[in-house]
Nanobody, 126 residues
Framework: QVQLVEPGGGLVQAGDSLILSCAAS????????MDWFRQAPGKEPEFVAK????????YYADSVKGRFAVSRDNAKNTLYLQMNNLKPEDTAVYYC???????????????????WGQGTQVTVSS
């Protein structure tokens, strides 16, 4: 069973940058696409970004496009999310997730994922 550990959250001001990481053990992540999600209080989980197995293709929610960048280091078995120009509406718990090898549902559908990190809180003050 894969374990995903996510350090890197915190409290920042609007306009600041922050980088999240997601380190995996128990599974070689290079065989899987990976995503970032976030969940604000009282809201459903929201897709943020996806990166394919090689790192050559990325996808973003419209709300973060141009500000966030997902990347991975397969040699380190680690996923990253660089977040720039943060806004108060980015405040949420951020989760990394490992996509199933067969993921028949649409982009960002939570049913495509079988492993999740514990989440890290990101709070952006105005």
């Amino acid at each position: 069973q894969v374990q995903l550990v996510e350090p890197g959250g915190g409290l920042v001001q609007a306009g600041d940058s922050l980088i999240l990481s997601c380190a995996a053990s128990g599974r070689t992540l290079s065989s899987y696409a990976m995503d970032w999600f976030r969940q604000a209080p009282g809201k459903e989980p929201e897709f943020v970004a996806k990166i394919n197995r090689s790192g050559g293709s990325t996808y973003y929610a419209d709300s973060v496009k141009g500000r966030f960048a997902v990347s991975r280091d397969n040699a380190k078995n680690t996923l990253y999310l660089q977040m720039n120009n943060l806004k108060p509406e980015d405040t949420a718990v951020y989760y990394c997730a490992v996509e199933r090898r067969i993921a028949p549902y649409g982009l960002g559908d939570v049913r495509n994922f079988d492993s999740w990190g514990q989440g890290t809180q990101v709070t952006v003050s105005s």
